[in-house]
């Protein structure tokens, strides 16, 4: 069964940088198309990145990252990264990645069958 670890939270000012990973075990990653999901405080979760697993490793950004948030995948260690740049006080919140179904025009939701959410990477942004 697919267990999933993020890491690389922490906290930075407004303009840093952060990189977090998503690990997999038990399931290849490379199976399955990958989303990053935010839940910011009092806010339900959010969709704001995500990766296929086809060839093409089309992706999608929301409005409100893209340009600054880079979503990548290494099957080779299992994992699927999104950097994080020119990050906002908004962007605070924890990070959570999942198996998603994910296309290039609306945001990522998780499979239906994933029910593997890990402790989430927790990021703040402030000065």
Known sequence: Q??????GGGTVQPG??????????GTPLSYYAIGW????PGKEREGVSCIHS????????SDSVK???TISRDDSENAVYLQMDS?????????????AVCYGYQP???RRDFDSWGQGAQVT???
């Open 37 to 40: 999901f935010r839940q910011a």
């Open 108 to 110: 990522p939701r998780p």
């Open 125 to 127: 942004v402030s000065s």
């Open 87 to 99: 990050l906002k006080p908004e962007g605070t919140g924890l990070y959570y990645c999942a198996t």
């Open 67 to 69: 340009g600054r948030f």
């Open 2 to 7: 697919l267990q999933i670890v993020e890491s």
């Open 54 to 61: 086809t060839l093409d490793r089309s992706t999608y950004y």
């Open 16 to 25: 840093g940088s952060l990189k977090l990973s998503c690990t997999g075990s």
